[in-house]
Every structure is written in structure tokens, then in C-alpha cells.
């Protein structure tokens, strides 16, 4: 009876774990509550065979992939979340295509014996007859012709002789070669950006992929960007994401910056990193 209710309980446990999704706040993931909690995920996945998807901003993945590695090795795939929220989803792992089986080598036949040509009966030898000796035709009668007196002379007038015309060819100067191209590897990239209108198709956009679709309402100029910004840029806006203790700010970024400087880095595709708050327009 023991040995039921317990193989019970495990399929119970199997099945709310294939269909499980835990919500971790950031107090509970910084205080340490939830570390049990991410070590008995990573224990279960790597025992069921499933994967753990995790979204959560991406200074936490460090931490949260080795609690979940402390309870097993278990395949975690890790996504950038924007707000300060752990959210755990458990998968099954795509299935590896069969193989196709080789085919079997054809077998070569037996190679049937060739049978010994026949000779062919000897063709009988026709004796050849002597050609027939014909006589020549007669010879036809000679005709004999008047040679026709010959043509009078013809006196031509003398034509004068031209000389042909002599043709002038002008070349054309040779262009003078190009001067080469010098890119100056410090010169200035400028990003001018404003606020979009309420009605611009760019801030509606920007705002879905960067805010959850949310308005922001927010501004800031470049002298105003600190270290540890992050810049989106877009065709002519650009948002800045900020984190203030445990909440993050977005702001439209108005005004003119260089790019091209060492206090700012790019992070990725239309994605830059304030690392010195002093800046240069």
C-alpha cells in the first residue's frame, strides 16, 4: 500500500512540474528566498529530461544559472526581461530527427561465361573474267577555223592623280589621377534624435519593443546621461533605459551626441552603453 501512495505522489509531482511556471520577485531573489526553489527546478528538469526557459534582466543570469546548476545539469535557456522579475518556464526538448538506415550495398551478379565464337564456313573463290577490250570510236572530222582580225586600240585621256587628304587625330589629355580617400578613424559619428510625435508611427513602435508597449513620458539630454545607461537608437529617436535602486526608467533622449567617444561603447545591433558619464556633444 506504501509502495502505491509513493509511486503515485512522483507521478503527481511529474506531472505539475511538465506544467509548471514560477514567478520569483526581485525581493525574493535577492534576499536568497528563492534559492531552494531554483535548485529544486534544476534537480527535477535534469531528472525528466525537460528544460528550464528563464526571463529575467540580464545582470541576473550569472546568479540564476548557477542555482538552477547546484541542483543538477539541467538545459537552461536564458532571455533579457526589462523588469526587476524572475519568471521560470518549464519545456520539452525538441526531438532529434530519426537517421535514415544506409541501404544495402547492391550485390554484383555472377559474371555468365562468355560461349567461343564459331567460325564462319569459307566463302567460295569466283575466278574473275578477263575484261572486254572495246574499240575506240572514230575520230570526228577536223574543223578548221578563221582567226578574227584583232580590236583597234583604245587612247585614253590622262586623269590627274589626287593625293589623299591627311587626317589630324587630337588626343584627349589623360585625367589626372584621383586623390585617395582618408577616413579618420576619430572623427565624429553624430546621433540626432528628438521625441517622437503622439501620433508617430516610430514612437508607438519604439515603445512597444522597449517598454512593453507602455508610453513614456520621460526626456533626458546627453549631458544628462550617467554611466551605466543603456542607449536604443532608431531612424531619428532613441530611448535610454536607467536603473534606479529596483525599478527601471525609460526616457526619450533629446538633443545631439558623439558616438564615436570613449565614454560610450556599443552593447550591440542599435544598442550603446554609457561608461563615463563625462561626455562630449
Given at each position: 500500500?506504501?509502495k502505491?501512495?509513493f509511486a503515485l505522489t512522483?507521478m503527481v509531482a511529474?506531472?505539475?512540474f511538465?506544467q509548471?511556471n514560477v514567478d520569483?520577485t ?11 526553489e531554483?535548485t529544486?527546478l534544476g ?6 529530461g ?17 542555482r538552477i546548476r547546484a541542483?543538477?545539469?539541467a538545459?537552461i ?6 523588469y526587476?522579475t524572475?519568471?521560470?518556464?518549464v519545456?520539452d526538448?525538441?526531438a532529434?530527427p ?8 547492391p ?5 555468365k561465361?562468355t560461349p567461343?565464337?564459331?567460325?564462319a ?11 572486254k577490250?572495246?574499240e575506240?570510236?572514230p575520230a570526228a ?9 584583232p580590236?583597234?586600240?583604245?587612247i585614253e585621256?590622262?586623269?590627274?592623280k ?10 584627349a589629355?589623360?585625367?589626372?589621377p ?8 576619430k572623427a565624429p559619428?553624430?546621433l540626432?534624435?528628438?521625441?517622437p510625435g503622439?501620433?508617430d ?6 515603445e ?7 508610453s ?9 546621461l550617467r ?5 536604443y537608437?532608431g531612424?531619428?529617436?532613441a ?5 534606479e535602486?529596483?525599478r527601471m526608467?525609460?526616457?526619450w ?8 567617444q ?11 552603453l554609457v561608461?563615463?558619464s563625462n561626455l562630449?556633444?
Amino acid at each position: 500500500m506504501k509502495k502505491f501512495f509513493f509511486a503515485l505522489t512522483a507521478m503527481v509531482a511529474s506531472s505539475a512540474f511538465a506544467q509548471q511556471n514560477v514567478d520569483i520577485t526581485a525581493e525574493q531573489f535577492n534576499s536568497g528566498a528563492a534559492n531552494a526553489e531554483l535548485t529544486t527546478l534544476g534537480r527535477q528538469a535534469a531528472t525528466s529530461g525537460k528544460r528550464l526557459v528563464v526571463t529575467a534582466p540580464q545582470h541576473w543570469h550569472a546568479q540564476i544559472a548557477a542555482r538552477i546548476r547546484a541542483g543538477g545539469d539541467a538545459e537552461i535557456v536564458l532571455k533579457d526581461g526589462f523588469y526587476e522579475t524572475l519568471l521560470v518556464r518549464v519545456e520539452d526538448k525538441a526531438a532529434e530527427p530519426a537517421k535514415p538506415e544506409p541501404a544495402p550495398a547492391p550485390v554484383a551478379a555472377a559474371a555468365k561465361p562468355t560461349p567461343a565464337p564459331v567460325a564462319a564456313p569459307p566463302k567460295p573463290v569466283r575466278v574473275a573474267e578477263p575484261p572486254k577490250v572495246e574499240e575506240p570510236p572514230p575520230a570526228a572530222p577536223a574543223v578548221v577555223e578563221t582567226p578574227a582580225p584583232p580590236p583597234e586600240p583604245v587612247i585614253e585621256a590622262p586623269v590627274a592623280k589626287q593625293e589623299p587628304a591627311t587626317a589630324v587625330v587630337e588626343e584627349a589629355p589623360a585625367p589626372a589621377p584621383a586623390a585617395p580617400v582618408v577616413v579618420d578613424p576619430k572623427a565624429p559619428i553624430m546621433l540626432v534624435t528628438t521625441e517622437p510625435g503622439d501620433a508617430d508611427q516610430l514612437r508607438e513602435s519604439m515603445e512597444k519593443r522597449y517598454n512593453e508597449g507602455k508610453s513614456i513620458s520621460e526626456r533626458v539630454e546627453p549631458s544628462g546621461l550617467r554611466e551605466g545607461d543603456v542607449i536604443y537608437t532608431g531612424t531619428s529617436a532613441a530611448v535610454v533605459v536607467r536603473r534606479e535602486n529596483n525599478r527601471m526608467i525609460r526616457m526619450w533622449l533629446v538633443g545631439s551626441l558623439n558616438l564615436n567617444q570613449s565614454g560610450v561603447r556599443p552593447d550591440g545591433l542599435n544598442k550603446y552603453l554609457v561608461v563615463n558619464s563625462n561626455l562630449t556633444r
